[in-house]
């Protein structure tokens, strides 16, 4: 792979180590550290990974510092431009732009799954009706596991394909149905004509006393929330997805678990955070006084949407969502929408900020989305749900590549301890 090396020498000791150096196609070459503890006894220490590749990975490339993102080498501007969800799903699953043909077959595949199990629409009932959205759709795809165990052999390409085209085909029809569940109204189920988008917009929003037309405008806006959202590398829950998947687990449960990981308010609660910011700030005269809260070391609120951990630059995805915005609130009549304006002041005010500048914070993709949601009819409780559908499909292809990769491990990382030392137990009477 390499044959450049880094040298570390114990001060100590004045002995040396040889660190090999491994290039990838672009970006920062990696340290291999696999044998320096073997070697040497000593482990690295890096709480919240800031500075440690934890698999190698072709799927998609991130530059925080120029604000580049690529999936497959594709630019996402570009994708988002001309391509369609369904395309960008193939692409990060398979490594490349499908053939017209590739992208029919394939697109009848998901359409032919998206039914679930009628056993598995029960379950619903299990949940109280105000349940969080993220809690029914981590618990009901973990039962997906429970349907699919006995005939998914992971270590089968043709099982593995089968479960991508499951979950990317019912994970929409498990988010409509938590959201009925929410709202006390009847299930609406797929139907096969019509588009991913399209046919989730109808899930969510048809009732069967009458006839419900699916808006254009509607379906575009998500579809293309969708392409931003579908991948974005080792992220908290792409990594829990790998992390839980490298034991081996009934890949459903693996996805389940990245679901968790997004509901966090740090990852993917974010976009619901923006919307409940937003109104807890309420007007363009409050916006001072919470930037002064977000700097304040003894306060705990931030500025939701605000920062990442590698965009160090506007996140691409978040100027592409911020022109979308604008296009598709005057498309639905809605472009006045207070909540828009209170947006882009406080963009506009926290760029000019010195704490902001300073600490390189930029708006990331969660700052406007939840905006679009919203003007979609998409309640704040479902935006981390609107993520989740999008993101299942990166996910699946991180979880396809390390599954797939004979170098793949179980992950188990090493600890600095700094705990009691050994020391005898003492009977009870004696305490
Ligand atoms: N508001 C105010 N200050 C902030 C913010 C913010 N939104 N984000 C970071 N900072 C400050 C931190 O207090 C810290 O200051 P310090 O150096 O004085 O201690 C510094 O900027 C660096 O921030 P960290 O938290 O150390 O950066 P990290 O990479 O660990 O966290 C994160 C990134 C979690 C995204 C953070 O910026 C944040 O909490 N943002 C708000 C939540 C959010 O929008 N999350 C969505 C991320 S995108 C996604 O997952 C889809």
């Given at each position: 792979m390499t044959d450049k090396h880094f040298k570390l020498v114990n001060p100590e000791t004045d002995k040396s180590v040889d660190i090999p150096l491994h290039e990838g196609s672009v970006g920062p070459a990696v340290l291999d550290i696999a044998s320096l503890y073997k070697e040497h006894g000593v482990f690295t220490y890096d709480p919240g990974f800031g500075a440690t590749a934890s698999c190698k990975s072709s799927i998609t490339y991130i530059d925080g510092e120029q604000g580049i993102l690529l999936y497959r080498g594709y630019p996402v501007e570009q994708l988002a431009e001309?391509?369609?969800f369904i395309e960008v799903s193939y692409l990060l699953l398979h490594g490349e732009l499908p053939t017209k043909e590739q992208l029919q077959r394939f697109n009848q595949q998901i359409v032919y799954h998206t039914m679930i199990n009628e056993s598995l629409l029960r379950f619903f009932h299990g949940f109280h009706y105000d349940a969080h959205p993220m809690a029914m759709l981590s618990s009901v795809v973990s039962s997906l596991s429970a349907f699919y165990h006995g005939s998914t052999n992971i270590h089968e390409p043709e099982d593995r394909d089968l479960f991508a085209t499951r979950i990317i085909a019912k994970i929409p029809t498990i988010a409509a149905a938590a959201y009925k569940h929410s709202i006390g109204q009847p299930f609406i189920y797929p139907r096969n004509d019509l588009g991913y988008c399209e046919n989730l917009l109808r899930m969510f929003f048809a009732v069967p006393a009458e006839e419900y037309e699916v808006d254009p405008v509607a379906a575009e806006a998500l579809d293309l929330l969708f392409i931003l959202h579908a991948d974005h590398e080792q992220n908290a829950s792409t990594s829990t997805v790998r992390l839980a998947g490298s034991a081996g687990t009934n890949p459903y449960a693996a996805i389940a678990a990245g679901i968790a990981t997004l509901w966090g308010p740090a990852h993917g609660?974010?976009?619901?955070?923006?919307?409940?910011?937003?109104?807890?700030?309420?007007?363009?005269?409050?916006?001072?006084?919470?930037i002064a809260k977000a700097k304040d070391r003894n306060d705990p609120f931030r500025l939701m949407g605000f920062g990442h951990r590698v965009y160090k630059n506007y996140d691409p995805r978040a100027k592409i969502i911020r022109e979308m915005c604008h296009k598709v609130l005057k498309k639905l009549g809605k472009e006045d929408d207070p909540q828009l304006?209170?947006?882009?002041?406080?963009?506009?005010?926290?760029?000019?900020?010195?704490?902001?500048?300073?600490?390189?914070?930029y708006p990331n993709v969660d700052f406007y989305s939840g905006i679009i949601y919203k003007a979609l009819g998409i309640p704040v409780s479902m935006f981390t749900v609107m993520f989740a559908i999008a993101r299942t499909v990166g996910w699946v292809a991180h979880w396809q590549e390390m599954i797939s990769d004979p170098a793949t491990r179980i992950g188990r990382p090493r600890q600095l301890y700094t705990g009691a030392t050994r020391r005898d137990y003492v009977d009870l009477d004696k305490r």
């Open positions: 001309k391509s369609s609660g974010a976009n619901e955070a923006v919307l409940k910011m937003l109104d807890e700030i309420g007007s363009v005269e409050n916006i001072d006084k919470y304006e209170l947006a882009m002041r406080l963009e506009e005010i926290a760029l000019k900020d010195e704490y902001f500048v300073e600490k390189k914070l």
